[in-house]
């Protein structure tokens, strides 16, 4: 059955999906009550930036004589976003369509989705931890979740202002929330020393004697994740939210170096629910070190037969001219949505998820 | 046995994980970011029936283990397990009640399904897309649950309770698909 079509024939479901609009509308306020612009940032564009861990969507643009030019769906708004910054708009953020190509069939992914990007200058990621917390809250405390017209769908999960359940769990939003690094999670959950495991060959050791299968051609940052993936991550946001932050270095090239211990990066993830709802990144200033990173995720692109393409060199152009300092965060407003109406599937919170069309 | 990799995943499928038998429940690829994929798994110890989730590295090696598929009758259910011959062997041989799950709704005594043997153990059995099921009781001059579209619930054959459209009656058969559980069309 087509979502429209349950719909009809079971209209209690409707409060799970309208739930939407209002999130949306408070997120809107929010940042209008902080000074923020927002922007329209293109979804059809020429050069994406250069990003080998994603796959995206080419299309053909025809000019009037009909010649082709390869095109894009924008992967996020973040360059667009960046240029603007540089050209001196100040704080601001976009709540768009992104595209993600090969990303269906998963209970997280829909390969469009809806996200909210916002920057703000002069912060750091520190900053963005606390307007996290501050935007969720924002959402609890000001959107009625309306408990009787809800309950046939399980939803109206704010029991308060501070408190969430989802999926069986109570979250427990009050602030300060959860602020643990990269490198106390792994001694933590899986007992490992990050600072010992950040050689090849300790980290394979490492690996072996955890039981994981290693090969040769595994890289180090595939023994990282796969650790992170089994050990860490599960322990992460379950009754309270979890920042996890300054992460190493291999695994956040995009991000600011931290000037006490350049082996790892200003980045953080933030978990809710076991869901992985944003990712931050104080960000990368430099030119010249976003060009060589660049290049080296096309050569990476090339090497895993991905759709490829020129890059977006406007971009470097415009980091050339000066990215004032800065920090922003990308946030999935779907998994948001999922969190607030106790979802287990993003399916269940579009009105036409990628299911319907496969 | 044979070696696989994880490209080669499907759910149901048999394979060792830490030594011991183990059946995909469910997999899906993770993409952490940076290049490299993942697929995580959540595996069913067939000792013990406990479910754990385990993430691989795309492309890790895992060995698959050998199953056969025998046709046997399903006989009656006997505590945890139920009981099954096999039609040509006569043999009998009894299917935790774990490896049938839900399905254990739709079992209807003396037809035949396809039972997984691993070293001569039942393992599971292997679902149809469809299951054909006689409405035993259905309310007849119900008028449905109109809030909810036109639909009322039924009583089949083996006890389960399938939502249905309103013009199906009493001493049908209907077809319903046993992993949703859900109605799919009324049957000949």
């Known amino acids: 059955m087509k979502t429209w079509q349950k719909l009809k024939n079971n209209p209690a479901l409707w409060s799970r999906y309208l739930l939407r609009e209002r999130v949306i509308k408070k997120i809107r306020s929010f940042f209008d009550e902080r000074g923020f612009h927002e922007v329209e940032t293109p979804m059809l564009i020429r050069h994406p930036p250069a990003e080998s861990y994603l796959d995206v969507f080419e299309t053909v643009l025809l000019d009037r004589h009909r010649n082709p030019t390869k095109a894009y769906l924008s992967t996020s708004p973040e360059v667009a976003l960046k240029k603007l910054m540089v050209a001196g708009m100040g704080n601001c953020y976009s709540l768009t369509k992104s595209f993600r190509n090969t990303e269906a069939g998963d209970r997280l992914h829909n390969p469009e989705f809806t996200i909210l ?3 703000r200058v002069g912060a750091t990621y520190t900053d963005i931890m606390k307007e996290c917390e501050d935007l969720i809250l924002h959402l609890l405390n000001t959107i009625s979740f309306d408990h009787d017209k809800a309950k046939p769908c399980r939803q109206g999960l704010a029991l308060n202002s501070q408190t969430l359940s989802y999926r069986d769990n109570y979250i427990n939003l009050a602030p300060p929330w959860e602020r643990i690094s990269v490198k106390e999670a792994f001694q933590k959950y899986a007992r490992v020393d990050l600072e010992e495991f950040s050689t090849i060959q300790n980290a394979r050791r490492i690996a072996v004697s955890m039981g994981y299968s290693v090969a040769n051609e595994n890289a180090w940052e595939e023994l990282y994740n796969q650790i992170f993936l089994n050990e860490v991550e599960p322990h992460l946001g379950i009754n309270r939210p979890t920042i996890l932050y300054d992460f190493p270095v291999a695994v956040a090239a995009l991000a600011k ?3 006490s211990d350049p082996r790892f990066a200003e980045r953080f993830e933030l978990y809710i629910g076991g869901l992985e709802l944003g990712d931050c990144y104080t960000e990368l200033t430099d030119w010249k070190e976003q060009k060589t990173r660049f290049d080296k995720e096309m050569k990476e692109i090339q090497r895993l037969g991905k759709t490829s393409y020129y890059y977006d060199h406007d971009f470097i152009e415009a980091l050339r001219v000066g990215l004032p300092e800065c920090s922003g965060i990308a946030v999935g407003v779907d998994r948001l949505i999922m ?3 106790d979802s287990v599937n993003v399916a269940d919170v579009l009105l036409f998820p990628i299911e319907e069309l496969l | ?7 080669d995943f499907s759910k149901g499928m048999f394979i060792v994980f830490k030594n011991e038998p183990h059946q995909i429940v469910e997999f899906q690829h993770v993409n952490p970011g940076k290049g490299s994929a993942f697929v995580r798994t959540r595996l069913k110890a067939l000792k013990t029936g406990k479910v754990q989730e ?4 795309a492309g890790d090696s895992v060995e698959e283990l050998p199953i056969e598929t025998h046709e046997m009758q399903y006989l009656y259910p006997d505590g945890d397990s139920f009981m099954f011959m096999d039609n040509f062997t006569y043999d009998q041989v009894g299917v935790p009640e774990n490896f049938i799950g839900d399905f254990t709704k739709y079992l209807k005594a003396s037809d035949t399904y396809q039972v997984l043997l691993h070293e001569g153990e039942a ?3 292997r679902f149809p897309k469809k299951v054909r099921l006689k409405v035993t009781e259905a309310d007849e001059g119900s008028r449905g649950n109109t809030v909810s579209g036109a639909t009322k619930t039924v009583v089949v054959e083996t006890g389960a309770k399938v939502t249905v459209p309103l013009f199906i009656k009493e001493g049908e058969t209907i077809a319903v698909d046993p ?6 069309e009324r049957a000949q």
Do not use: C, D
């Open chain 1, 257 to 259: 170096k931290k000037e």
């Open chain 1, 117 to 119: 990007e916002w920057y």
């Open chain 2, 54 to 57: 385990f993430t691989y590295k």
């Open chain 2, 123 to 125: 393992v599971g059995i």
């Open chain 2, 179 to 184: 992993e949703t559980g859900s109605y799919v």
């Open chain 1, 339 to 341: 969190l607030l109406t």
């Open chain 2, 1 to 7: 046995m044979s070696t696989i990799s994880t490209a």
